[in-house]
């Protein structure tokens, strides 16, 4: 039994159930044939219950004499049955043993219910202080949600914790998670000094969770401050990793792969980054900086001293230029015709020419990942639609070196490849049609070499 099942007061003079000096039996029924009888005394039911009082007052006609008692009948479910008669044996006793009974999170709901119907004050308090202090799990706060938005007002401080959050604190919390998200995992430790790549990766989770738009709305929207704020960490990590990127040049073999472990992280943070920038209306900023820093990344990584090393961080280095790639092929970032053009003329050689070397490094065993057939078919997609886009000439300069190239089988630009040739003698026979009537005039070429030989 509980720490009630005495059945004392406070005072230890009267007891539930002692039936020499009880004035009131209280009856609980049940549906299913469950009879129960409690010998208790008015002046410990009524001060400490309104429904008793008032059930035991001249206004009540329904009270029944029962051996020269009054008699009070209640019908029940089943299921609370156990919280009623727990709820009258903690009517006998002090307010420490009441805390003290309420050793669960169900049985502290199931007795507040019963006291929310009995009107007992003091037990509520108690059921509602208890809830509100210890922590609960999954099932007990669906519980909760489901059960104490209709006992009213007396229960709101247990539903604080649930309750929204003012636009100012998720916006503290979202840029300090923001922060933890993009510091090297080296920089965050726990009290006891361990590293917590844990919580790095517990924030960036979280972030991206803030910012879902799933079955309900995102957390917050992006506003000004927030996309300020945003950026400022953006070009931090970036400027970072292209400082760190370059610093491999001039560290020893023996040193590569601490080296390459503080690059690696940078890298897959930019990816991780790429991921938010768009639900943030921040894309165009990686776009941006990458179409400008694509020519310096590019000849760190081709290096001599590079050439045959870093191979997880050069395809991750593909995987981000991937993703840039295809927000500029599929139109989700705009940019001019000569970033675009710059765009493919520096990625399409490199990637054309590392993947066949991470190919071989997976091959031989040498590393564990490799350009896998989803991300070779986005590059691929995302090439075909830049090329498509860009002005006649220069998708003519792009195809005719990848024709020249050994590497034609990828990116496989044949798409590309016949959609000019389809445009190309279509838009000479416009040309010529519109010519018609002109008489002698000089094709314009608009800048393109030998466009009509």
Known sequence: MDNVSQD???????????????????????????????????????????????????????????????????????????????????????????????????????????????????????????????????????????????????????????????????????????????????????????????????????????????????????????????????????????????????????????????????????????RILPKVGLLNELVSIWSQSSTDLISVLQSSKLSAVFWDTKLKVVELASKVLDAVGFGTSIIPADQRTHLVKSWLPYIRDIKPLLDSQFSDGKTTLTMDAELCQNIESAFVSLILALPSCEQADILADWLQTEQTRYPDLTEAFEVWCFRSKAARRRLSSELNGLGNVTLPTSGCKNLFV
Not at 72 to 94: F, K, N
Not at 186 to 213: H, I, N, P, W
Not at 226 to 238: G, V
Not at 254 to 264: G, N, Y
């Open 8 to 274: 004392k007061s406070v005072e230890g003079s009267i007891n539930l159930g002692e039936r020499a000096t009880s004035d009131v039996v209280v009856r609980l029924r049940t549906g299913d044939g469950r009879d129960e009888w409690f010998y208790c005394h008015s002046q410990v039911l009524c001060p400490k219950s309104k429904y008793f009082a008032a059930r035991l007052s001249d206004d009540w006609p329904t009270c029944h004499l029962l051996d020269s008692r009054n008699c009070i009948e209640l019908v029940l479910p089943e299921s609370e049955v156990d919280y009623y008669v727990t709820l009258l044996r903690l009517l006998y006793v002090g307010d420490v043993l009441i805390m003290d009974a309420l050793h669960s999170v169900k049985k502290a709901l199931g007795i507040l219910k019963v006291a929310m119907k009995l009107e007992c004050d003091d037990i509520v308090a108690n059921c509602v202080q208890y809830l509100e202090a210890v922590p609960w799990e999954e099932t007990e706060e669906e519980e909760i949600l489901k059960t104490l938005p209709s006992l009213g007002p007396n229960v709101l401080p247990v539903l604080a914790r649930l309750q929204p959050v003012d636009a100012d604190s998720v916006r503290n919390v979202f840029i300090s998670a923001l922060r933890v998200a993009t510091t090297s995992a080296e920089k965050c430790f726990a009290f006891d000094g361990s590293s917590t790549r844990d919580l790095k990766v517990s924030a960036q989770e979280q972030v991206e969770y803030m910012l879902a738009e799933d079955d309900d709305a995102p957390l917050l929207v992006a506003d000004d401050y927030m996309k300020s704020e945003f950026k400022t960490y953006f070009f931090e990590l970036f400027e970072s990793f292209k400082s760190e990127l370059s610093s491999l040049l001039s560290i020893e073999a023996i040193e590569h792969e601490i080296f390459e472990d503080a690059v690696l992280e940078k890298v897959s943070d930019l990816l991780w980054v790429s």
